[in-house]
C-alpha cells in the first residue's frame, strides 16, 4: 500500500538534462504507465524510482517517506527488467526464493509465498527447472514471481515484454494487468508500445525530450490529446495531420487545408475555435474519423482518389492525398474502395483537432 509521489525530478548527465523536471502524483494500486519514443528518458525515471540512479535535482516519496537516499534495498520496491535477469544456475524455485533467503525470511514462509506467486502465475510446473530450460514468456513470469513474492509498496516494469513475441506480448498483457487486479499494488510500467500503454493503465504518463507531455487515462488521451505529440503517439494507425488555417464563413467558420479545401466546423465547436481565426493551424483527423460516405450532422464529405489499400480483415486502411499530404483513413471492409478508384469520404468533423502550428498544443485543450 504505497503512494509514489515525483516532485521536480531531474536528472543530468554531465551538462545534458535526461529528465527535466517531472511532477507525478501516483495513487496508492494505481497502474500508471510511461510510454515515450527511445531516449525520451522513461528508464532514467523508473531506474531513479528505484534507487538504481543517483537523483540531480527533486524529490521522490514513496509512502509518504522521503527516499532520495535511500539505497535501492530500503525502499521496498520490485522491479522487472526487459531481460529479466534470471540467475542461469539456478532452479526457477531458487530464483524467486533468492531474495526472501537474503531478507532471512522463515523457511515456512518462503515456500508458501512461494506457492502462492507459482500458482497466481501458472508455474508451479516448472518450479525445478533452470531459465535456460524455459520460453520467453515462461521466464517472463519467473522474473514476476521473483517479484510478487517479495510483497512490495511498488512495482516498477521496464518493457518487460519487448522480448517476447507478437501474440505472446499481448497474452502477457493481459495477465500482467489480471494480476494487478488480483494483487492490487502501485505500479509504474515503461513501454514504447502505445497499445499496450492504453490496453494496461489506468493513467498514461506520455513523455517527450524528458518532460511529460500529458498524463491522464488513456480515453482521455485518445480524445482530448493535449499536444500534436500526444494526438500523433496515441492510437493506431496514427493521426492525420494537414496544415490548414481557420477561415470565417457567414456566421460559422471552416478549417481550410493547405490544397483550399474547406470543412465547416460543426456548431457546437465554433465558440472553441474563433479566437483562433486567421491562425496558421494543423488540423488532425483520426484515420477511424474518416468513413465511406454517411451524410450525418458534423460530418463533411468530399471525394478522394485512392492510391493504396490496406485489408487487415476487421477493417480496411486506404490512403489517399490532400495536396502533399498522405493520409489515411479505416473503412469498412465491405464497401472500401480500390486502389486506382474514386471514393466519396466523409470526414467526422465532431472529432478533428486543431493544433497551433507553432507550439503544437491544442487550440481545445486548455
Ligand atoms: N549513463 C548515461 N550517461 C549519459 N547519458 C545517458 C545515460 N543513460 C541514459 N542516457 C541518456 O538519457 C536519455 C534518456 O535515456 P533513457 O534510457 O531514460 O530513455 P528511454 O526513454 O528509456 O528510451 P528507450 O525507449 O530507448 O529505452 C537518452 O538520451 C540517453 O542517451
Ligand atoms: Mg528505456
Known sequence: MARLQLKSLVKSYGLYEAVRGID??????????????????????????????????????????????????KRDIAMVFQNYALYPHMSVRENISFCLEQQKLAKPEIASRIELAAE????????????????????????MGRAIVRNPKVFLFDEPLSNLDAKLRVQMRTEIKRLHQLLPTTTVYVTHDQ???????????VMNGGLIEQAGPPQELYYNPASQFVAGFIGSPSM?????????RGEGLVVKLVD?????????RV????PHVGKPVVFGIRPESISTRQLRPGFVDFNVGVDLVEPLGAATMIYFNIGSTVLCATVDPETGPRAGSAAALSF????????????????AVP
Open 271 to 274: 465558440a472553441t475555435f474563433a
Open 120 to 143: 497466481t502465475l501458472h508455474i508451479t510446473d516448472l518450479l525445478d527447472r533452470r531459465p535456460g530450460q524455459l520460453s520467453g514468456g515462461q521466464r517472463q513470469r519467473v522474473a
Open 348 to 363: 467526422n468533423m465532431n472529432r478533428m483537432h486543431l493544433f497551433d502550428k507553432t507550439s503544437g498544443r491544442s487550440l
Open 260 to 268: 483550399g479545401t474547406e470543412l465547416a466546423v460543426p456548431t457546437d
Open 195 to 205: 497499445i499496450e500503454a492504453m490496453t494496461m493503465a489506468d493513467r498514461v504518463v
Open 240 to 248: 492525420n495531420f494537414v496544415d490548414a488555417v481557420l477561415v470565417e
Open 24 to 73: 507525478l502524483d501516483i495513487e496508492d494500486n494505481e497502474f500508471v504507465v510511461f510510454v515515450g519514443p527511445s531516449g525520451c528518458g522513461k528508464s532514467t525515471t523508473l531506474r531513479m524510482i528505484a534507487g538504481l540512479e543517483h537523483i540531480t535535482d527533486g524529490e521522490i516519496r514513496i509512502a509518504d517517506q522521503v527516499v532520495n537516499r535511500l539505497g535501492p534495498g
